[in-house]
C-alpha cells in the first residue's frame, strides 16, 4: 500500500486517509489508496508541485513564493490558480525572460536561491531581488557580452564602436546601444526572423556565421554543405531536391 509522505498519503481517523498533494480523504483500503496514488490527476499534482515550488513540510504543503501553507482541503491545482500564486508566477517570468536566470532548482524545491548563469551567481528568490540584480549595471554588461556571439556583433579597432555584421553597421559601444540594436533595430530583427523561419527543423546552422567575424556562410548538416548566410540562398537551399530528398520527401 502506497502510503507515507513520499506519496502524500497521511492518517486522518480510523477509517479515511488524507492526500496531502491532492487535499482529498480516501477511504483506508489499500485498494482505493492504490487506485487514487496511480491515478492521473495525483501524479498530476506531483508534477505540478515541482514545478511552482510548492514542497511537503512534514505533512504540511508550503508554497515557497506565496510564503504561505496550503489549507486541509486546499489542492495544488486549487492554490496555483488562484490569483496570488498566478501573479507571482506570471511577474517572475516577465523578469527572468532571456536575463539567463534558472527557476527550475527553486521551483522544485531543491533549493531557496535562483542562479544567474551570466553573473555565475545565486540571487534571492524575490521580485525585488530579481529586478535589481537584472537592472544592475554589471547584469546588463554580462547580458551583452553573452547575446554579442549570438548576434553577430564583433569588436573593432575602435573600442568607441562595435560592428554588427548582420547589419553591416557600426554601433556605440556601450550596454544601452548594443541591447538597443539587438532588441529594436528593425533589420536586425528582420533579419533573424527569416533566417530563423528558413532553417527551422532544416538541421541548418547559423552558429559559425554568427560567432566567427569572417564567416560567410551557414552550414547544412543533413547536405554536409557550407550555403552563402543570406535568405534568398538559404531558402534556395532548403527547397532543392537534394536537401528535400535527405528528409525524404
Not at 10 to 27: D, E, H, L, N, Q
Not at 41 to 62: A, T
Not at 122 to 130: A, E, G, K, Y
Request: hydrophobic share 35%; with cysteine.
Amino acid at each position: 500500500m502506497k502510503t507515507g509522505l513520499l506519496y502524500g498519503i497521511v492518517a486522518s481517523s480510523k477509517t479515511r486517509v488524507r492526500c496531502v498533494f491532492c487535499g482529498v480523504y480516501i477511504p483506508k483500503a489499500s485498494k482505493c489508496i492504490e487506485q487514487h496514488t496511480n491515478g492521473a490527476k495525483h501524479k498530476e499534482n506531483i508534477e505540478l508541485m515541482n514545478e511552482n515550488g510548492i514542497c511537503l513540510l512534514e505533512d504540511i504543503l508550503h508554497c515557497k513564493p506565496c510564503k504561505q501553507d496550503l489549507s486541509e482541503d486546499e489542492s495544488v491545482t486549487k492554490h496555483i490558480e488562484s490569483e496570488d500564486h498566478a501573479n507571482w508566477m506570471a511577474a517572475m517570468d516577465d523578469l527572468v525572460d532571456g536575463e539567463f536566470i534558472t527557476l527550475d532548482a527553486y521551483l522544485s524545491c531543491e533549493k531557496d536561491d535562483v542562479f544567474c548563469e551570466v553573473c555565475n551567481s545565486s540571487v534571492n528568490c524575490s521580485l525585488l531581488s530579481i529586478e535589481e540584480h537584472v537592472n544592475h549595471i554589471n547584469h546588463r554588461a554580462n547580458i551583452t557580452e553573452r547575446l554579442k556571439p549570438l548576434n553577430g556583433i564583433f569588436p573593432v579597432d575602435n573600442d568607441d564602436e562595435v560592428w554588427c555584421k548582420v547589419c553591416d553597421a557600426y554601433i556605440d559601444n556601450t550596454v544601452q546601444s548594443i541591447l538597443s540594436h539587438i532588441d529594436d533595430d528593425e533589420q536586425h530583427m528582420e533579419w533573424f526572423s527569416e533566417i530563423e523561419d528558413l532553417i527551422e527543423n532544416q538541421d541548418v546552422s547559423i552558429e559559425s556565421f554568427l560567432t566567427i567575424e569572417h564567416e560567410n556562410f551557414a552550414y547544412c548538416n543533413k547536405c554536409h554543405v557550407e550555403v552563402i548566410c543570406n535568405s534568398l540562398t538559404i531558402e534556395s537551399h532548403v527547397n532543392s531536391d537534394a536537401h528535400l530528398n535527405q528528409f525524404g520527401l
